[in-house]
Every structure is written in structure tokens, then in C-alpha cells.
């Protein structure tokens, strides 16, 4: 199968071609700024469509959006690329546009990219946040309590009820994970402020990226170009950085063996490569580096473009085969180093001085060392570097908008599509728990209303009982007050003079009328006789003293 033509020397010696069944074989371009890296990158790039294989790249300054558009006779630099093309040979040379897909973070110069905060994983999110050993620690049991109890996170509103949902169930929860700090969340919290800040939350939501669109071709079958508009993500490299690294692990992830294909599924080519490695923890470099190592059995190429080679750790550089190094400036100390690195990673070429070689290369030369069919290095070889055919420039507004509006995706990530997440069953669950408490309280307060109305009642048939007993005393009292009244009354009455003449003539007169009635009633029974009849003397008297007596008293 033919190769990516690279370029060739004066004259069309010594071409250089990128082999496409060692392109999975990872590469570097590298140079300092202005010496012809973003041209050796659209080139490579278009050669890589050309022949059906898709390509992911990071637009970093803009100018690769480009890559849409065929290149112009009127263009400014069509007299250099002309007269490149005849110097080394190329005589296939020609305009032509190449298949794009725009995507952009933000959703403003391209499709929305997104992934959700569970598939970003705890890892590369510790590292976005810049946290430290301990808070990724509290990071990951929040993870693993959110899947453990199938709370879904979906963006940041999600993962920020979630941590406060962890902080609320701190004494619970270290009981099982271990320590879990409110500290630490707090912490996390405020980080995450920082990344909204940063225009994070549009990355995190859905739909999420379908990794196939990535992997498409267009009616002719060349590959499709897929270019991230990275410019405004440029300005928060952990951001950028971390994006793309997430992006080729899902590559790693989901994609399946293919052993050493023909030719990749995909290349990818990582702009400004050294943010990937600033200030990288460990776990993370060993992701990277064990990314980098396997990827190429899932059929991906990896391209890491930076201005000094030494940005790039030794672990992942070893991995990088096919290399194009542009020019490096040897002011200082350490960019003499980088140039001693530099010619040290090519396979010697007898005719070449590479380290004097490095410092003396003109805009649009480079020294390229490609692997050959059989897998080894091809001695370092100095060649020109072969014109593009698109432009080499941005597109502009219009155009870029109706590239968007007729390409293969469509609108399909265009809308916001917001669903159940954790966010929403958090909040449930708080009012649930509140109606619960609220009813609870309610039915406390109906209880202790009922036992009041209860002990009220109690207290006023108290109250009553206790009145009616106090009437009945006081009935009984003034009963009694009657009763004594009365008969003082009487006696007060009896004791009185004219009571007691009243009984004295009463006495006197029941007195004379029972000595009367006496005598009579002597008479009757005893006849008639005179005073001196024994018998009836002393019987009469008898009598008249009785009923004298009764009629008295």
C-alpha cells in the first residue's frame, strides 16, 4: 500500500514516505515556533484522508480549519509552494479540499463535544481539579457511592449534590471507606467554582460523544478529518490537556484488537503536547504511557506535536517512531540540551551532522527519520517538506458555518439533552425526607394537641366536680345556717318577755281549765256527792291532779 509522501531533497532525491502499516507506530513533529510545523501537520494529515484512514486534530491557532478548503492560485503562497513542489518532484501536487468535521468544546465554533463526569472517571477529574492524594481519595468514594447506589453523574451540578450528599453522610461513610473529610469536599467543591469558571460545564453533559462519528468516511472514501476548534480551550490548559487524554483513553477503551492492520482507523495528533505532561502525577503518567504503549493494537496512531523535544517524557518518547524535526534554537542551556536529546533519537546517517544540522535548518525543512516496511528506522534524511493542497489559513465565518450545517452529523449533539441524574434523585430523596419529618412533625404536634385538649378536658371536669362539690357545701352550710337561724330564732322568740307571758298565761289557763275539766269529769264518774264522800274524794283528787297534769304540759 503507498505511503504519505513527506518530502524529499533538492531534486526529488532521497523521498520520504510514511509507511501506512508502521503508521500506528506513533510519531513526533517537532520545532520551534515558525518553522514550518502546522504545514508538515496539514500535509501528513491530508495524506492520511487521502487514503481512508480518519484523523483527530487539535486546532490550536485556527489555521488547520483549513484543511476544509482547497488551496488558490491567488493565494499568497502558491509562487513557494509551486516552486517546492517542482524542486523536490512532486508532480502530484495539487489543490484539493479534504473532509471536515468542526468540533468545539464550547459549541460555538463547532459541534459540541461532551462526556459525562462518570465516564471522565475520578482520575483524570482529580487531575482537572488539581487535588492532592487525599482529596482524590474523597473524589473516589463519591464516585463509588454514587454507583454503588445508581445515582447517575451526568455533569457538575451532579457531581457537586453528590459531594454534598458525601459530606452530609461523612460519620456514616467513614465507617466503610475510610476518612472521609468535609475539609477535603470543601475543597473539591471550590475547584470545581474554578472549573465553571473555566467554561467547563459545557464539556460535561449529553448526549455524549459517540466515539464511531469519530470514524467515518466521506462518498470518495477518504477519511474524515475531524478538527477541535482549540484556541479559547487553549487558555485553560489543565482543561485541554486533560480533554484529549480523555479522549484517546476512551479511544483505548472502547475500541477493539485489530492486531497490525494495513493501515490505522484513526490518527490523532496532539498540538502543543507538553501540557500534557506539566505537572503530571504519577498514577496518570502510567495511564499515559501504558495508553500510548497499547493504543496501536486498537489500530490508532498517536502524533504528538511540540516545540522541544525534550517536553516529551523519555517513557512516552520511546514509543514515537516515525519523527519529522523542524528547527530548534540552541540559545541556551537548555536548548542545547534538547538539541543534543533530539540528535540522539535519530538513526545516524554517515552524510549528516544531525546536532549541527538541527540548528542550521531552513522554514520548511526538517530532518525526518520514517519506519521502513520492515519495521526498523530509516537513517535520518534532510528533505523538504512537500506543499499541502488545502489551505493553509482558516476558513472564514461563513464558510465554517456552512461546513457545520451540511456535514454527516447534523445536529445530533446540538441540543442539550438533560435527563434524570443525580442532581434530580438527590433532591427527591431530601423531599422525601423532608415530607416524611414535616409529616412526622405534623402527627407529633397532632398527638401533643389531642394530649392537651385531653388534659384540658381532665382539668376542667376537675374544675366542675370541684364547683359542684363547693356548691353542695355551700347548699349544705347555708342549709345548716337556715336550720341554726331558725331555731335561734324560736329560742330567741321562746325567750322573750312576751313568750314567756304569753306561756305563763297559757300555763295559768290550761292550769284552771284542767282543774275544771277534771272536776267535771270527778263528777261524772264518781256522781255528785258532797266533799265529804271518802271514796270519791280521794279518787277525784287523783283524777284531777292527772288530767290537770296533761292539760299542763
Known amino acids: 500500500m503507498a505511503g504519505i509522501f513527506i518530502g524529499a531533497d533538492a531534486g526529488g532525491a532521497n523521498r520520504q514516505a510514511l509507511e501506512l502499516t508502521r503508521a500506528n507506530r506513533h510519531g513526533l513533529i517537532a520545532g520551534a515556533t515558525g518553522t514550518g510545523k502546522t504545514v508538515t501537520l496539514q500535509g501528513i494529515v491530508e495524506g492520511f484522508s487521502k487514503n481512508g484512514v480518519a484523523c483527530f486534530v487539535a486546532d490550536v491557532k485556527g489555521d ?121 469536599v470543601g475543597t473539591i467543591q471550590r475547584s470545581l467554582l474554578q472549573l465553571r469558571s473555566q467554561g467547563a460545564e459545557h464539556f460535561f453533559g449529553e448526549p455524549a460523544l459517540e466515539l464511531t462519528d469519530f470514524i467515518g468516511f466521506d462518498d470518495k472514501g477518504r477519511g474524515i478529518v475531524n478538527v477541535l476548534a482549540a484556541d479559547k480551550l487553549m487558555q485553560s490548559p489543565k482543561l485541554y490537556s486533560t480533554f484529549l487524554l480523555w479522549l484517546l483513553s476512551e479511544l483505548f477503551e472502547h475500541l477493539p484488537e485489530v492486531g497490525d492492520p494495513d493501515k490505522p482507523k484513526l490518527c490523532f495528533f496532539f498540538d502543543e503536547a507538553h501540557l500534557l505532561f506539566d505537572d503530571t502525577p504519577k498514577a496518570l503518567m502510567d495511564k499515559i504511557e501504558q495508553v500510548v504503549r497499547l493504543i496501536r493494537s486498537k489500530g490508532v496512531g498517536v502524533y504528538f506535536i511540540t516545540q522541544n523535544p525534550i517536553d516529551i517524557p523519555d517513557t512516552v518518547a520511546g514509543q514515537l517512531n516515525n519523527r519529522v524535526q523542524h528547527k530548534l534554537n540552541a540559545f541556551t542551556p537548555r536548548d542545547q540540551k534538547a538539541v543534543s536529546a533530539a540528535a540522539d533519537t535519530f538513526r545516524p546517517n554517515p552524510a549528516i551532522d544531525v546536532g549541527a544540522a538541527i540548528t542550521e535548518l531552513k522554514v520548511g525543512e526538517a530532518l525526518v527519520s520514517l519506519l521502513q516496511p520492515d519495521g526498523a528506522p530509516e537513517p535520518v534524511q534532510r528533505v523538504l517538506i512537500a506543499p499541502p493542497g488545502s489551505r493553509v489559513g482558516p476558513v472564514t465565518p461563513d464558510e465554517r458555518k456552512q461546513l457545520l450545517q451540511y456535514d454527516a452529523i447534523g445536529a445530533k449533539y446540538d441540543v442539550v439533552v438533560d435527563r434524570e441524574s443525580a442532581e434530580e434523585m438527590l433532591a427527591a430523596k431530601t423531599q422525601q425526607a423532608a415530607a416524611t419529618a414535616q409529616a412526622a412533625q405534623a402527627q407529633t404536634a397532632t398527638d401533643k394537641a389531642a394530649a392537651a385538649q385531653a388534659k384540658a378536658d381532665a382539668a376542667a371536669a376537675r374544675q366542675a366536680a370541684q364547683v359542684q362539690a363547693a356548691q353542695a357545701r355551700a347548699a349544705t352550710a347555708q342549709t345548716r345556717a337556715d336550720t341554726a337561724a331558725a331555731a335561734q330564732a324560736a329560742r330567741a322568740q321562746a325567750n322573750s318577755p312576751w313568750a314567756k307571758m304569753a306561756t305563763s298565761a297559757m300555763r295559768s289557763a290550761s292550769s284552771s281549765v284542767g282543774r275544771q275539766v277534771a272536776t267535771q269529769i270527778g263528777r261524772e264518774v264518781f256522781g255528785g256527792g258532797g266533799r265529804g264522800r271518802s271514796g270519791g274524794g280521794m279518787v277525784g283528787g287523783l283524777l284531777r291532779g292527772v288530767l290537770g297534769g296533761l292539760l299542763r304540759g
Open 64 to 184: 488547520l480549519s483549513g484543511l476544509a478548503m482547497a488551496g488558490s492560485p491567488q493565494s499568497k503562497l502558491h509562487a513557494a509552494f509551486a516552486a517546492r513542489a517542482q524542486e523536490i518532484g512532486d508532480t502530484d501536487w495539487t489543490y484539493a479540499d479534504t473532509p471536515v468535521q468542526f468540533w468545539d468544546l464550547y459549541g460555538e465554533q463547532g459541534h459540541p463535544i461532551r462526556t459525562t463526569i462518570s465516564e471522565m472517571g475520578p482520575l483524570l477529574l482529580a487531575r482537572l481539579l488539581d487535588l492532592n492524594e487525599v482529596q482524590e481519595g474523597v473524589l473516589s468514594i463519591a464516585f463509588h457511592v454514587a454507583d454503588e447506589e445508581k445515582l447517575l453523574l451526568i455533569d457538575l451540578d451532579d457531581l457537586q449534590a453528590m459531594l454534598a450528599n458525601v459530606a452530609e453522610r461523612a460519620d456514616e461513610l467513614t465507617v466503610t471507606y475510610g476518612n472521609v473529610s468535609k475539609q477535603s
